[in-house]
């Protein structure tokens, strides 16, 4: 595994270990469809493929997210459970209650 991987994968652990759980919500994706978060989908893709030979893979996961992120802000609008949204890096997340 070459050094882009591991400092990925370091980063990715640090991430779920320290500050995932203090947001206390999933990403959009995770949240809409349920399933793995997108840190967990994006390790297992940087441990299968590597992280530049994931970058597609890897970009369309945090496509999704991110209408997956819209679909929710639109449920929001009309009364769904969604309570507010963190911006986190270039990625908004709603919250959810309940």
């Known amino acids: 595994m070459n050094t ?3 400092l990925a994968l370091g980063s990715i652990d640090v991430y779920q ?8 919500f ?3 994706h995770a ?4 399933g793995e978060s997108c840190s967990a989908a994006v390790r ?3 441990s299968e493929q590597g992280l530049v ?3 597609a893979e ?6 999704t997210c991110r209408q997956a992120y819209g679909h929710l802000l639109g449920a929001q609008a009309t009364g769904g459970r969604v309570q507010g949204v963190c ?6 997340i709603p919250f959810r209650c309940g």
């Open 4 to 6: 882009l991987n591991t």
């Open 87 to 92: 911006c986190c890096g270039p990625l908004p």
């Open 17 to 24: 270990r320290w500050l995932s759980p203090l947001k206390g």
């Open 26 to 28: 999933h990403c959009a």
């Open 53 to 55: 030979g994931g970058r």
């Open 44 to 46: 297992r893709l940087v």
């Open 31 to 34: 949240a809409l469809f349920g």
């Open 58 to 63: 890897i970009a369309a996961r945090f496509q």
